[in-house]
């Protein structure tokens, strides 16, 4: 687990420390399994061609939840995932390394809680925004709780 | 807004705002680990009784992505309708009330929040969003979320 991220560290504009993720086809069938989504075209290459596909792709709720990751990972256990938006806009093959990514937006205090907003994203190897985002989470703050 | 010629019918309109059946689930355990290897999370707050313990939370949660990304599944019993013969994902929002502890049981609602239509490349392209509101056994909203789907 992550060090603890506290209020005081984070500043706009900084990036969020990336999280690797290289979803295999064995991956996608885990996932399948354990979100109950078994469309075809996450584990069968024939059904994705015969869609046009050019392989098995991956499933873009795995994807979100590969972002909600990266949040909780960041801001450690006494920080709070609050909000989380994800747009499935490109597809990412099984197979290609996909990295997440986040760069903060803002910083502010609301009703006592100590909020950041952030943007989000996955990113396939040739550099392109498979699933952008945007996130709120409520951290620690060194004067007392969040 | 309906206009002339708009894609999104009075009958379709009929539909916003109708709960459809609830969805039902027990957040086990054996589900949360599941998820958490499917997802290659190593987070101790989702697996290692001891540690999770002794965290805020007094025993093991959930990764947020177990409501809206999985499982407790959107929009079902709900009248989806489209003119339109594809249909994909657009995108999910999820507003997290509450933590999701093992044990608990969600019981998710969803009924269709609104529908938008716009030119796109290929013509014209509905996206319909369906809200999901989860709470607990104790009665207590624990998320919102907020999914598009998209038909052309």
Known sequence: ?146 | MAQQGSIITDEMKKQIGVKGVPTVLEVEKGLIRMMAEALDDPNPLWQDEEYAEKSKYGGIIAPPALLCCARAGTGRGVQMKSPFPRALAGGDEVEYLKPLKAGDVITSVSHIAEYNEREGKRGPMLFTTIETTYKNQRDEVVAISRSTFISY
């Open chain 1, 1 to 146: 687990m992550a060090k603890q991220l506290y209020y005081e560290d984070v500043e706009e504009g900084m990036e969020i420390p990336p999280l690797v993720k290289n979803p295999t086809t064995q991956q996608l069938v885990k996932w399948a399994g354990a979100s109950g989504d078994y469309y075809q075209i996450h584990y069968d290459k024939d059904f994705a061609q015969s869609t046009g596909l050019p392989g098995v792709i991956a499933h873009g709720r795995l994807k979100s939840s590969f972002l909600a990751q990266l949040m909780t990972d960041w801001i450690g256990e006494g920080g709070t995932l609050k909000k989380i938006s994800v747009q499935h806009r490109g597809m990412d093959l099984a197979g290609e390394q996909m990295t997440c990514k986040g760069r903060v937006t803002r910083k502010y205090i609301e009703n006592g809680e100590h909020l950041v907003e952030c943007e989000i994203w996955t990113e396939n190897p040739r550099g392109e925004k498979t699933a952008p985002g945007s996130a709120i989470v409520s951290l620690l703050s060194r004067g007392g709780k969040s």
